[in-house]
C-alpha cells in the first residue's frame, strides 16, 4: 500500500506542478487565449495564486516524506489539494464547462486517496 501511494502522490504532484507552474508563468491573457477562459473570473494576481497553491502543494506531496523533515504535512498537502480541486469543479460547473470537470475529479480523488492513506494505515 505504501507503493501505491507513493505512485499516486507523484503522479498527483505532476499534475498539479505543471498545471501550478503554467498559471503562475504565464500572464492571465495567454491561459485565456489557450482555453482556460475561466481565468476571466478571476484577476491575474489571483490566478497567480492558485498557481503557486498548486506548486506548493504539489511540492508538499513529496518533499516532506522524501527529505524525512515534517513527513506528516503529506496529507496535509493532499488535503489542500483535494480542496482546491474541489473549487476547481465547483468553478467549471458554474460556468457550464462540463468538460473541465472530470480531470479535477480525478485530481480531487487522488488526493482524497492519499490524504485517507498518509493520515490513516499508512501515516509516515
Known sequence: MNIVLWIIAGLLAAACLAAGLFKAVQPREKL????????????AGSVKAIGAVEVLGALGLILPAALDIAPALVPWAATGLAVTMIGAAAVHLRRGEAKAVPPSLVLLVLAVVVAWGRFGPQAF
Not at 485565456?32 to 484577476?43: C, E, K, L, N, Y
Request: no cysteine.
Open 32 to 43: 485565456v487565449a489557450s482555453g482556460m477562459t475561466w481565468a476571466t473570473d478571476f484577476s
